[in-house]
């Protein structure tokens, strides 16, 4: 059943993408984190009272609060982080880099979980970085213009999504999946708030297009069903098996920001994109 939820998790990732790109066309992306967050935390606690897990937060133990804060603050840099890269890159730029956190995750996951790790999940990973790695042509970009800035935040987005997935892995223990996205959810709220009012864009959010406020709490549901679906298949899955799976979220990226940005793969591109996807499917063997 985890494999079911993983793959939900893959397409909601993706359709949050194209979505999120649509709302911070002109909106401040920290503020459009900030606002898309409010939506994740609404629907996150709705499932909570749904499932009735809401009594199990009595019985969390102060090592799993923890783990379970510090996954939040990591979720919270990454999303900051990729919402400003998005907003200054090409989505089929920025969400390659994005996925490319399944190979610290991998390698995370082998030496602090202790999960398995063979000659062909390392080879998956050889795959996936070269995949990655032939995806960032930015000859063709229009995102030159923003003297890579994009790919800093990319970058930075990647890694502390690795750190969120190994730490919500630990956190989870005994605990409600939906519980959990829960809490983390009030973690990330908190954090983005404080990062917008600290650059000073409070102002900014009377100035934002209906269209786009449309946009960002689309992809702020898109987000929850996506958050439920991850954690209900880590709950149950292996990290280095979930997460790979996740990275297939990259397709429906992919197709979308042809049809909807016109974001066209040249032929470096789409060699990198099939390899990419090619060594994450080979990942679930």
């Known amino acids: 059943?985890?494999?079911?939820?993983?793959?939900?998790?893959?397409?909601?990732?993706?359709?949050?993408?194209?979505?999120?790109?649509?709302?911070?066309?002109?909106?401040?992306?920290?503020?459009?984190?900030?606002?898309?967050?409010?939506?994740?935390?609404?629907?996150?606690?709705?499932?909570?009272?749904?499932?009735?897990?809401?009594?199990?937060?009595?019985?969390?133990?102060?090592?799993?609060?923890?783990?379970?804060?510090?996954?939040g603050f990591a979720t919270g840099l990454s999303w900051l982080c990729y919402f400003k890269a998005l907003q200054l890159g090409d989505v089929n730029k920025v969400v390659p880099i994005d996925k490319s956190s399944i190979i610290l995750t991998i390698v995370l996951a082998f030496i602090f979980l202790k999960e398995d790790m063979t000659l062909l999940k390392w080879m998956c990973v050889i795959?996936?970085?070269?995949?990655?790695?032939l995806m960032i042509d930015q000859k063709e970009s229009?995102?030159?213009?923003?003297?890579?800035?994009?790919?800093?935040?990319?970058?930075?987005?990647?890694?502390?999504?690795?750190?969120?997935?190994?730490?919500?892995?630990?956190?989870?223990?005994?605990?409600?999946?939906?519980?959990?996205?829960?809490?983390?959810?009030?973690?990330?709220?908190?954090?983005?708030?404080?990062?917008?009012?600290?650059?000073?864009?409070?102002?900014?959010?009377?100035e934002i297009d209906r269209h786009e406020l449309l946009f960002i709490c689309l992809s702020g549901i898109a987000t929850g069903l996506s958050w439920l679906c991850y954690y209900k298949a880590l709950q149950e899955g292996p990290a280095s098996i979930v997460v790979p799976i996740d990275k297939l979220s990259i397709v429906v990226t992919i197709i979308f920001s042809y049809v909807v940005f016109h974001e066209k793969l040249n032929k470096k591109s789409l060699i990198g994109f099939l390899i990419l996807v090619g060594g994450t499917l080979l990942m679930l063997l």
């Open 142 to 206: 229009s995102t030159t213009t923003h003297h890579k800035s994009w790919l800093i935040y990319a970058l930075l987005s990647a890694v502390f999504a690795s750190l969120t997935s190994l730490l919500g892995k630990v956190g989870m223990q005994n605990i409600d999946s939906n519980l959990e996205t829960a809490i983390r959810t009030v973690v990330v709220l908190i954090m983005s708030w404080v990062v917008v009012f600290v650059v000073g864009k409070q102002h900014t959010i009377k």
């Open 127 to 133: 795959l996936i970085g070269a995949g990655t790695y």
């Open 1 to 71: 059943m985890w494999v079911l939820y993983a793959f939900g998790l893959a397409l909601f990732a993706g359709i949050t993408s194209i979505l999120a790109k649509c709302g911070i066309k002109k909106t401040d992306s920290h503020v459009a984190t900030a606002l898309r967050t409010i939506v994740v935390l609404i629907f996150s606690w709705l499932m909570v009272f749904i499932v009735h897990s809401q009594n199990q937060i009595s019985t969390i133990s102060t090592n799993t609060w923890i783990f379970l804060i510090l996954s």
